[in-house]
């Protein structure tokens, strides 16, 4: 396969899944569902009747008949083989200069004419050759639409849009990194299911599976995104919000795979003491300014290693002896700070940052002071176990670099 076909392909899948989702969104009652891949792309199953919709996303310019022959034949052949069936067969497909409500009329003949074509320089009309009756194909025409599907980037703009609204989101920010990237999960996780019925959501099942504060990991998602543009709509979210002033009690969690990555560009030892010249420099920051507080969720043995780098280069650090017997009374512990002459700039400080592990964290969470802002850079779930402040869960980022450009671009 080129990369222009599998890049096509997978763009495909993407609109399937955007279909998917938006057809949920539309749905009127909340025991209403859809099945992926079940008859057609997509079943609907309402209270009243069942719609089974072919998803196309097409390169041509231009509706052609020999792009919508397969399509319409598999429907075809499905209504006649099931003839006491009530579904209704709609065929979405998009082309890359046609629009909704400029379909072509397709009629009896319209349909003969789509279903004759020549293979090996023989004329074939598929409607001849499976003894189709025109009674039967007039049936069809009276449960099949066309409808041209919308331009991919719309159609994407617009579930994320739905979802915004439905949640009632502050930003187009949130309705995309975590309804958005949640939704795409939760539909591409039924779609690979083996059995039908397993595919099969309702739109109350979905809405909750969505309507979470935690991120799903969903490698789809940031394939979708690239990575450039991801890290850059991070980074605007903290601005934003005012999460990174440097007044701000902060906590920042890092997940393991990043703590294990390749972080030859910007190791550990190096981030961290970024951090503190970006955050909270002596004789640079102002007298308000407050410690960052680290949770590495690594071994003892790294975060040992981690430490002992840091003690060389003479950075001092606040762990609440957690090597020895933590104290969240110690790690709480505001640091002892000298001013300057006008009492603008902090000149000296007892420590520079406060780190612990995520094994500590988790163990004495309850009795560690509630930061302001919590970030996580994790692809792991992980709850927000402060019951005040603001919250923010990250799971694209791969390494030391990537998140230094989060919190300091």
Request: aromatic letters at 10%; one cysteine or more; proline letters at 2%.
């Amino acid at each position: 396969m080129t990369t222009r076909s599998a890049d096509a392909t997978i763009k495909g899948y993407y609109y399937q899944f955007d279909t998917s989702i938006l057809k949920l969104l539309e749905l009127a009652s909340d025991t209403d569902s859809i099945t992926i891949e079940g008859i057609e792309d997509i079943d609907i199953n309402k209270a009243t009747d069942v719609t089974t919709i072919q998803c196309k996303y097409l390169s041509k310019p231009r509706f052609i008949n020999s792009a919508v022959r397969e399509p319409i034949t598999l429907m075809l052949d499905h209504f006649v083989t099931n003839t006491t069936n009530s579904l209704n067969y709609v065929l979405y497909a998009h082309f890359e200069h046609e629009s909704q409500g400029t379909e072509p009329n397709i009629d009896l003949e319209k349909l003969k004419e789509i279903l004759t074509y020549t293979e090996k320089k023989v004329n074939k009309q598929h409607h001849i050759e499976k003894n189709i009756t025109d009674e039967q194909l007039n049936a069809f025409l009276e449960k099949f639409s066309f409808v041209f599907g919308k331009e991919f980037d719309t159609q994407q703009k617009e579930v994320i849009q739905k979802l915004k609204t439905h949640f009632n989101c502050s930003s187009d920010f949130e309705a995309d990194t975590l309804y958005y990237n949640n939704a795409l999960r939760v539909v591409i996780d039924k779609a690979i299911k083996k059995q039908k019925n397993q595919r099969k959501i309702t739109k109350g099942d979905f809405i909750k599976g969505i309507n979470t504060k935690k991120r799903l990991f969903n490698e789809w998602f940031i394939k979708l995104r690239s990575k450039k543009e991801y890290l850059k709509n991070l980074s605007q979210n903290l601005k934003s919000t005012r999460a990174l002033e440097a007044s701000r009690a902060k906590i920042i969690l890092i997940g393991k795979e990043i703590i294990e990555a390749t972080n030859t560009e910007l190791p550990v030892e190096v981030f961290i003491e970024n951090l503190i010249a970006k955050y909270y420099k002596i004789n640079s920051a102002l007298r308000d300014a407050k410690p960052l507080s680290l949770v590495l969720d690594c071994d003892e043995k790294v975060l040992k290693e981690i430490k002992s780098k840091l003690i060389k280069s003479n950075t001092v650090f606040n762990d609440g002896f957690e090597h020895i017997n933590f104290s969240s009374t110690i790690f709480n512990a505001k640091p002892v700070i000298t001013k300057s002459n006008n009492g603008a700039k902090i000149t000296n400080s007892s420590y520079l940052i406060k780190l612990i592990s995520k094994n500590t964290f988790d163990t004495n969470f309850k009795t560690i002071e509630a930061p302001t802002v919590f970030i996580c850079f994790s692809q792991n779930e992980v709850s927000n176990q402060f019951s005040t402040g603001q919250f923010f869960d990250y799971k694209y980022c791969e390494t030391f670099a990537e998140i230094f450009q989060v919190l300091t671009k």
